[in-house]
T-cell receptor, first 113, second 117 residues
Framework: NAGVTQTPKFQVLKTGQSMTLQCAQD?????MSWYRQDPGMGLRLIHY???????DQGEVPNGYNVSRSTTEDFPLRLLSAAPSQTSVYFC????????????FGPGTRLTVL | AQSVTQLDSQVPVFEEAPVELRCNYS??????LFWYVQYPNQGLQLLLK??????LVKGINGFEAEFNKSQTSFHLRKPSVHISDTAEYFC???????????????FGTGTLLAVQP
């Protein structure tokens, strides 16, 4: 099993550009989530999903969209990138609940100029 | 709303010394508590978790934590640290609200454990 994979590993965007961060898992997990990690702020939940077709907002959802058309994939879309979105983004998945063990991807380092 | 406070942003300690990383939580519902570890340039992995039962929880790599409901704390301890324990440690909380869903995992700001020889 590959576990949780994220692409790309690194990305540089200009202000106003849009892009999609990809996340996939091959463990048949129902629960998937996106976090951003910033120095001194820990990990903050952006969006999460409890199954295909079901998504909900986390702590910092503004500027991000998600969808979950399959169990395996949970892409994160930046609609119009801003410098404040410079961060490291982690995708995670678990069997069913947030309280189940989360498996994290390796992260995507995004810089917005 | 759930929240987690890790008061120490960095804890320096000498190798083979004991260490305690502090975590306090705030929640109006039953909670599940976690410690995750992040080694440099990697994603997070679970160290241990408290869901129910015994308040003393043992995890990987010799770490343990104690759930204290009256003090709303879940401090992480290790009796003797190694250089390889140098990493960032995150406390996290999740809860289920009866009749609804609070299916979120909320993290603290992290504590960098710096083990010195």
């Amino acid at each position: 099993n590959a576990g949780v994979t994220q692409t790309p590993k690194f990305q540089v965007l200009k202000t106003g550009q849009s892009m999609t961060l990809q996340c996939a898992q091959d463990m048949n997990h129902e629960y998937m989530s996106w976090y951003r990690q910033d120095p001194g702020m820990g990990l903050r939940l952006i969006h999460y999903s409890v199954g295909a077709g079901i998504t909900d907002q986390g702590e910092v959802p503004n500027g991000y969209n998600v969808s979950r058309s399959t169990t395996e994939d949970f892409p994160l879309r930046l609609l119009s990138a801003a410098p404040s979105q410079t961060s490291v983004y982690f995708c995670a998945s678990s069997y069913r609940l947030a309280a189940d063990t989360q498996y994290f991807g390796p992260g995507t380092r995004l810089t917005v100029l | 709303a759930q929240s987690v406070t890790q008061l120490d942003s960095q804890v320096p300690v000498f190798e083979e010394a004991p260490v305690e990383l502090r975590c306090n939580y705030s929640s109006s519902v039953s909670v599940y508590l976690f410690w995750y570890v992040q080694y440099p340039n990697q994603g997070l992995q679970l160290l241990l978790k408290y869901l129910s039962g015994s308040t003393l929880v043992k995890g990987i790599n010799g770490f343990e934590a104690e759930f204290n409901k009256s003090q709303t704390s879940f401090h992480l301890r290790k009796p003797s640290v190694h250089i390889s324990d140098t990493a960032e440690y995150f406390c996290a909380v999740s809860g289920q609200r009866y009749g609804g869903a609070t299916n979120k995992l909320i993290f603290g700001t992290g504590t960098l454990l710096a083990v010195q020889p």
